[in-house]
């Protein structure tokens, strides 16, 4: 059988939702459009999306629409094949969606009647106790009508509702990307990483020459930072030390500020009184500092200047004496060499700082030419893992991935 074009979109922004069935039930809401949205969004962090449409809703969209968007046929009337059983008998499917929802489908599922496809699935899916999330749609009256608040208020503690937008006196359907985020939130979780304590080290560190004067490198905090985003999604606790980067941080970690190397190792020191299970050392920290500092600006006027650097504490060599059973994972930049040489170097890091996990990574010239790509190698005791060259958000799912199956 032709794989359908529409597929080729799955798992392009991750994996998170990878091997989940989902069925988005689109009820007679104006908003039915954004359902195509939710559909593609879905299947680009990995779902596998069928779809079921009420009458009223295939007025407003095409069937065809959704099944060009889902790749999979479109259920639009229940017959012998039991379609309502196939998708929402026990463990048949991993989440239902209804999206749009109207306060008729509301009250339908609520009062167990099942006289569309849409209700009847909807009614074998809450027996047989498969997750439900409804994105409610309506006029701002029929929202705050008592007999929806009634079906609302007993719905509320055995499915889950993403909140409407109140706009112009109606309570809109919630945005696609917020359906994803409230889903990703609560269904993507990591069974593995979720409540895990995480702390990451991220961007690059500044060390002073003068008071204007600094030494630092290209580091914008991007890897390290996407880490710690995918992390805050899985359900990880994650604290962030963050070195002066570009790359806005994620608001579910706990972020620390600092600028030296030796401010980060400091803070490092301080946050590990604590218990972690896991440290990630994405930071490009300075790996030699100014012997001395000048207290005031140097003039410009000498014609040579000479300054004496010193090694910088490397972090990666204190954390197991730390927490020596912390699972530890650490990152190799080199440039310019060989895939075999850079396997030696990790290898070489991995014995040295007693890791559990080296990402090594060439920064040299074909880095520089796109630097929203990379490629690297994942290397621990008995494997050594190829990704090949990805975007950096790409590459943070992918590293995450193989967290889980070390930890």
């Known amino acids: 059988m032709t794989r359908h074009p529409s597929l080729d979109i799955v798992e392009s922004y991750g994996t998170e939702l990878t091997g989940k069935k989902i069925v988005l039930c689109v009820a007679g809401s104006v908003a039915a459009y954004k359902s195509i949205e939710l559909a593609r969004l879905l299947m680009r962090h990995g779902a596998n999306v069928k779809c079921v449409m009420s009458n009223a809703s295939t007025k407003l969209i095409k069937p065809d629409y959704m099944k060009w968007a889902t790749g999979n046929n479109v259920i639009t009337k229940l017959t012998g094949d039991m379609e309502h059983i196939d998708l929402a008998d026990y463990k048949r499917s991993d989440l239902l969606i209804v999206y749009p929802s109207t306060a008729n489908t509301l009250g339908k599922l609520a009062a167990g009647i099942d006289d569309t496809p849409v209700s009847t699935v909807l009614t074998v899916a809450f027996g047989s106790k498969i997750p439900i999330v409804m994105g409610l749609a309506m006029h701002r009256s029929m929202y705050e009508n008592a007999a929806v608040r009634k079906n609302i208020a007993f719905l509320e503690k055995k499915i889950d509702f993403v909140s409407p937008n109140m706009i112009e006196g109606k309570a809109k359907a919630p945005e696609p990307e917020d359906v994803l985020h409230f889903i990703l939130t609560k269904f993507g979780q990591s069974k593995i990483l979720k ?213």
């Not at 030796?262 to 100014?290: G, H, R």
């Open 195 to 407: 409540g895990k304590k995480v702390l990451v080290t991220a961007g690059p560190t500044i060390e002073k020459i003068d008071p204007i004067r600094i030494i630092t490198n290209h580091s914008t905090g991007k890897t390290g930072v996407l880490l710690a985003s995918e992390l805050v999604s899985a359900g990880a606790k994650v604290t962030l030390v963050y070195g002066p980067g570009i790359t806005e941080p994620p608001k579910g970690a706990k972020i620390i500020p600092v600028q030296t190397v030796t401010d980060m190792f400091n803070e490092v020191k301080k946050q590990m009184k604590k218990k972690f299970d896991i440290v990630i050392l994405a930071a490009a920290a300075s790996d030699y500092i100014p012997k001395n500092q000048y207290s005031k600006k140097i003039k410009s006027t000498k014609n040579s200047l000479t300054i004496e650097l010193k090694k910088a504490p490397k972090i990666i060599d204190h954390i197991k004496k730390l927490q020596k059973d912390v699972f530890l994972i650490g990152f190799k930049a080199e440039t310019d060499i060989s895939k075999k040489e850079l396997v030696v170097r990790a290898k070489q890091k991995l014995r040295d700082s007693k890791a559990d996990m080296i990402i090594a990574n060439d920064i040299g010239k074909k880095y520089f030419k796109d630097t929203r790509y990379n490629e690297l190698l994942i290397v621990d005791p008995e494997s050594v893992v190829v990704i090949g060259r990805n975007k950096k958000e790409r590459i943070a799912k992918l590293i995450c991935k193989n967290i889980e199956k070390r930890i």
